[in-house]
Each structure stands twice: as C-alpha cells, then as structure tokens.
C-alpha cells in the first residue's frame, strides 16, 4: 500500500475544495503497519485476523533540503514503511548523491528505493513538468535534446529513459516506468529496450 500526502488541492482541478489533514502519511504508516498488520484497530480493538500490507512510502531524491527529507525518511520508517517510491528521477547522478548522505549518517538505507521514470514526449510535456510540478527537476540538457528532437521527441523520450535506467540500476532495487496521458507504448518500449 502506498501511502503519501498527494498535492495540495489548489493545484488540481477543483482548487475549491479543501485539504484534510486529519491524519499524516507517517501516522496513516503507523496505523496500517503497527496496528493493522497486528490485527487490531487504531483503539487497540480486535479487527478478526491481521492484515498483511506492505507499506511504502515517497521518498524526494532531489529535496532542495536533504537534512529535512532524511528526518521525514527516518520518521516513515520508524513508523513501518517497507519501501519508497520516488517522483520521475533526470538527474541520477544528484540522487544517488541524497542517498550516499544519508548512508554516510546512518548507514546504508534498509528499505528498497523504486526510481520513477517518466519518458518525455515534447517540449511542452517536459516544461511542465519543470515549471509546474513540485519536485521534478529536468536538467536543461535533457530539455534541450527534446526539444531539438522535433516530431521525434517521443523516441528521444524513450532514449533519454532508457539511459536513465542505465545509470539507475547501479545503486537503485529497482525502477517503475509512469507513463503519461495514455503513452503506454513508450513505456512498452522502454521495457522492450532494457531486458
């Protein structure tokens, strides 16, 4: 079960409605994987058996605060998370370096981390994601190779994944591929690419 915050409704489609924060992701963490899992309720009541989840959570490999984003870490695994999803990752090189500080204070981390990889597929899809999207960062070169791709900037998406994975599967346990607005055929060939 992956258990997150989700962005602030102002910027979806219906900005008129309103935040619940009743409960945080590391304490909805804390419920499925303290209480849950041991067969019991939040109040401490018996739900009949235990329930089996495995919890992740998300985790930002580019924070523009690391020091934040370890406490928030270490906080979701105290409280049970087993694995993290990140957001769509175009500089691997500065990730990996998020995770080397974080083995460097606390060893290395003891839950696997999936790499999200989201292929581009024209100038306009990869600027917004750069200007609008909270914690997806595109590098200008990356940028720049859509763009000077033209009509083939769908297949130069799929390439510029297809190295991102290169790099990735060196120090990440895995990747998961977000296709966007029903591109799955260039997942599909992403996946055709790296087996």
């Known amino acids: ?22 409960l945080a992701p590391s ?3 804390q419920l499925i994987a303290q209480r849950f899992n041991q067969g019991v309720d939040h109040a401490g009541s018996d739900i009949g058996q235990p ?3 495995f919890v992740g959570c998300a985790l930002n490999l580019l924070p523009p605060d690391p020091e934040r984003e370890i406490k928030l870490l270490r906080r979701k695994i105290a409280n049970g998370a087993n ?13 990996r ?13 003891e839950m696997p981390v999936l790499v999200g990889i989201l292929p581009l ?28 791709a033209g009509e083939g900037a769908p ?4 390439r510029i994944a297809v190295e991102l994975v290169q790099q990735i599967k060196t120090w990440g346990q895995g990747i998961y591929l977000m296709p966007a607005f029903g591109r799955y055929d260039l997942a599909a060939e992403i996946v055709e690419a790296i087996r």
């Open 51 to 53: 329930t089996r989840f």
């Open 27 to 29: 304490g909805l963490m």
């Open 121 to 148: 597929y024209s100038v306009r899809h990869a600027a917004f994601l750069h200007n609008e999207v909270p914690g997806i960062v595109i590098p200008e070169e990356i940028r720049a190779r859509i763009a000077e």
């Open 83 to 95: 694995f993290a999803l990140t957001q769509p990752v175009y500089q691997p090189e500065k990730a």
């Open 97 to 109: 370096e998020f995770l080397d500080l974080y083995a460097k204070q606390f060893g290395d981390l």
């Open 1 to 22: 079960m992956f258990v997150v915050m989700g962005d602030p409704t102002a910027i979806g489609d219906y900005p008129e409605a309103m935040d619940n924060y009743d």
């Open 155 to 158: 297949q130069e998406g799929v």
